[in-house]
């Protein structure tokens, strides 16, 4: 029996890897969704606090202000439809990069592993078991705090009165799937988590 080559192995479970990757960001990116209702109710109703994202919930109240009941007319509030490619793709795409790649490939660096598995970690993940290290929680704090403070930033400058604690909680389920499988699967689950709630909101 000839033995494997020990490229075409390593290829096929990197493959299979970013395959399983992908299909867990696909079911996480729903998970995610139910996760963050839940995050919602639960915070606003122990601080009274309003949670969520700043940023829409400026254009919602910017689109209602003229409405003659403006408190129903947020709450009611879709975003338009030449928006859909922005909320559904692009801006899950940038915004995974960003806060998850980036500070993924930084991460491995300063773990000192090198640029060449750092590049190879996000594609694939690091292959290490389903455990963070501490410089994973590091990381992942810090990107997932900065993304979630990046949904504070309006055009009126950063808001203080909106708890952006879903962002917080999906930027820390994004990034163990960039961890754990690859930049596929985080993005996958981002794209999923957004088309979902689009579809929802403009059915």
Not at 1 to 8: G, K, L, Y
Not at 25 to 38: K, Y
Not at 94 to 117: C, N, Q, V, Y
Not at 175 to 202: C, D, E, P
Request: a negative charge; charged letters at 15%.
């Amino acid at each position: 029996m000839r033995a494997e080559n020990p490229e075409t192995g390593m290829a096929r479970r990197d493959f299979l890897r970013t395959a399983l990757g992908i299909g867990v960001g696909a079911v996480a990116g729903s998970a995610v969704l139910g996760m963050n209702v839940g995050i919602i109710d639960g915070v606003h109703a122990a601080t009274g606090e309003s949670v969520g994202n700043a940023n829409t919930a400026e254009q919602a109240e910017a689109a209602c202000e003229n409405n003659p009941n403006p408190e129903e007319c947020v709450q009611q509030y879709q975003s338009p439809d030449s928006q859909a490619a922005e909320v559904m793709a692009t801006g899950p795409l940038i915004e995974e990069a960003a806060f998850r790649a980036l500070p993924s490939a930084l991460t491995d660096i300063f773990a000192k592993k090198g640029l060449s598995k750092a590049i190879d970690n996000l594609a694939t993940g690091t292959g290490e078991g389903y455990g963070l290290t501490r410089a994973d929680v590091i990381g992942g704090a810090v990107s997932s705090l900065i993304f979630a403070g990046a949904h504070n930033f309006t055009a009126r400058g950063f808001d203080t009165h909106m708890v952006p604690v879903p962002q917080f909680m999906s930027g820390l389920s994004f990034w163990y799937l960039q961890r754990k499988f690859g930049f596929l699967s985080n993005a996958t689950a981002h794209v999923a988590n957004n088309s979902i709630v689009w579809y929802l909101t403009h059915k």
